[in-house]
C-alpha cells in the first residue's frame, strides 16, 4: 500500500496492489475501498468508479479484457439500474438492469441486423415490445421468454403483414394477414397455417368463407 494513513488505518487517496499483480487507485475510508478510484486486474479488467466498502455501489464503468464494457449503475458489484452495455460485437443494450441481467426497459440494438426497444425479464425479451431489422420488417406486440406470444402486428417491407395472436412464436388464434398481392385471410390460425374457420378475399374481390386445414 502506498498512500495516505489515518490512525494506523488507511484513509484518504492511495493505491493498494495485491500479490497477483490487481491493483485499486482511489479513496480509502477507515481501511475500506470507500469513494472513487479505479481497479485494475490483473486478468485485464478494468473499474473506474465509485465503491462502498470494496464493492461497486453506484456510478461506474466496468471494461472487460476483450473490450466490452459496462457504464451505468452498480449495487454490490451487480449492474443494478440504469445503463448501457456495449459486447466486443458492437451490439449494445441501453437500459435497466437487475443483479446483472437486462430486466425492465431497454433497448438493444444488434449491428446491421435489428433494433428491439421493450420490456425485459431475466436478459430476454418479456412483455410489450417492438422489434425492426435491417430488411423493413418489424413485429409490435408481445413477447414471452424471447418469443412472440400474445397479441401482435408483424410487416414486411413488401406490403405483408399479420395482425393477431401468436404462441410460442408462431401465428396461433385469430387473426388477419394482409399479403403483398393484396390478398386478405381473417380468421383462426394453428401453428403459422389457417386451421379453422376464416374468410380469404382475393384482390379482385373473390372470396372464400368456410374451413381451413393447414392452409388449405
Do not use: P
Not at 449495487?75 to 452495455?85: M, Q, S, Y
Not at 413477447?143 to 399479420?162: A, L, Q
Not at 394482409?178 to 389457417?194: E, K, P, Q, R, V
Amino acid at each position: 500500500y502506498n498512500g495516505d494513513v489515518v490512525d494506523n488505518a488507511r484513509h484518504g487517496q492511495g493505491t493498494y496492489t495485491w500479490e497477483n499483480g490487481s491493483s485499486y487507485t482511489g479513496t480509502f475510508v477507515a481501511d475500506e475501498r470507500t469513494g472513487e478510484g479505479t481497479y485494475n486486474w490483473s486478468n485485464g479488467n478494468s473499474y473506474t468508479g465509485t465503491s462502498v466498502e470494496g464493492y461497486r455501489t453506484g456510478e461506474g464503468t466496468f471494461t472487460w479484457e476483450n473490450g466490452a464494457s459496462y457504464t451505468g449503475t452498480f449495487v454490490n458489484n451487480a449492474r443494478t439500474g440504469e445503463g448501457t452495455i456495449t459486447w466486443s460485437n458492437g451490439n449494445s443494450y441501453t437500459g435497466t438492469f437487475v443483479d446483472d441481467a437486462r430486466t425492465g426497459q431497454g433497448t438493444q440494438i444488434w449491428v446491421d441486423e435489428a433494433i428491439y426497444i421493450g420490456k425485459w425479464v431475466d436478459g430476454v425479451q418479456h412483455g410489450q415490445g417492438t422489434k425492426i431489422w435491417a430488411n423493413g420488417s418489424s413485429y409490435a406486440g408481445a413477447y414471452v421468454d424471447g418469443k412472440k406470444h400474445g397479441e401482435g402486428t408483424s410487416t414486411r417491407s413488401d406490403g405483408y403483414s399479420y395482425t393477431g395472436t401468436y404462441a410460442d412464436g408462431k401465428k396461433h388464434g385469430e387473426g388477419t394477414t394482409i399479403y403483398s398481392s393484396g390478398d386478405t385471410h381473417t380468421g383462426t390460425y394453428a401453428n403459422n397455417y389457417f386451421n379453422g374457420q376464416g374468410t380469404y378475399t382475393w384482390e379482385n374481390g373473390s372470396l372464400y368463407t368456410g374451413t381451413f386445414v393447414d392452409d388449405e
